[in-house]
Nanobody
């Protein structure tokens, strides 16, 4: 499965940014799709994920500020990020997990304080 992420960039603290990820096929009902991020010098952190039923989950650090959604075709997920903080800076990786795990190439999000 190929995952293509887009939408990263530079934003000021308090601002908003949206990411999108398109998979080369639709999600199976046993799969989840979402985002990890890796800040400089830190380990990769799971940020948000969603299943085909639309059930979503978030890391505590982003809950209430980030919203994940999926497209109707179930091969695209979106991450709307609001009230961004400098600690949200990092490379954001799109991720799909079922029987296997697949990763996108990553997109850089930089939040300036």
């Amino acid at each position: 499965v190929q995952l293509q992420a887009s939408g990263g960039g530079l934003v000021q603290a308090g601002g908003s940014l949206a990411l999108s990820c398109e998979a080369s096929r639709s999600m199976y009902t046993t799969e989840v799709m979402g985002w990890y991020r890796q800040a400089p010098g830190k380990s990769r952190e799971r940020v948000a994920w969603i299943n085909t039923a639309g059930t979503d989950r978030y890391a505590v650090s982003v809950k209430g500020r980030f919203t994940i959604s999926r497209g109707n075709a179930r091969n695209t997920v979106f991450l709307q990020m609001s009230s961004l903080k400098s600690e949200d800076t990092g490379i954001y990786y799109c991720w799909l997990r079922g029987g296997w795990e697949f990763w996108g190439q990553g997109t850089l999000v930089t939040v300036s304080s």
